[in-house]
C-alpha cells in the first residue's frame, strides 16, 4: 500500500483525530490514531496484517500486548499460519494468563497497533524473553515516532510518521487551556 492508500483508509475508518489527546505512554498530543477503528472491517484488517507478516519470516508464534495488540497479532498469526498470544497487565506488568505459554527459544514477533514510545512493545519483548523466547521482531500498523523507537530487533510498520508529543508538564495544547481527551486503553497500567 502507499502512503495515500493508507492515509484514505485512516480517513475512511476513523482512525485518525485531531484534537489535544492524553496517549497511552502518559504524554499529550495534537493528533490520535484510534486502530480499534481499523479492525472494525476484517478485509481492512488482512491487508494491514499482510503487510506485516511480509515482512518477516521464520516466525513461531506472535505475541501482542492487550488491548491494542490483541486482534493484530491474531490477524498476523493467521497471515503467518502460526499461533498468537498475548499479554495483558495484572498489578501494573504485563504477564501471560489465560493458559499462554512460550516454548523455549520460541522467535516471536511481537505486534502492537500503534507505537509511539514502545512501551508496552518493550514489556512484552522482556516478559517473553524471561520465558525463553527469542524475538525475531516487532510489527505495527502505525510507527508514531517515524522511526525513533529502537527495539534492538528489526521494526517494520506499516506507516511511519512523526507525531509530535509531549510530557503533560511542557505541553502547549494544555498551556492555552484546551481540555484534554484520554482516548486510550492505559488506564489498565494501574
Known sequence: MTKQQIFDIFRETGVLSEGHFALTSGRHSDKYMQCARL??????????????????TGIDLV????????????EVSRQLRVPNIFAERESGRMVLRRGFSVKEGARVLVVE????????VKEVMELLRGLGAVIAGVGS????????????VPFKAVLSMEV?????EECPLCKRGLPVTKPGSRGLKQ
Open 141 to 152: 500498523v502505525a510507527d508514531r515516532s517515524n522511526g525513533a523507537v529502537d527495539f534492538g
Open 63 to 74: 505475541a501482542g500486548p492487550a488491548v491494542g495488540g490483541i486482534i493484530l497479532a491474531y
Open 164 to 168: 509530535v508529543s509531549y510530557p503533560p
Open 39 to 56: 479492525f472494525q472491517n476484517a478485509a481492512v484488517s488482512e491487508k494491514f496484517a499482510k503487510e506485516i507478516a511480509g515482512q518477516f
Open 113 to 120: 497497533d500503534v507505537v509511539t514510545t514502545g512501551g508496552s
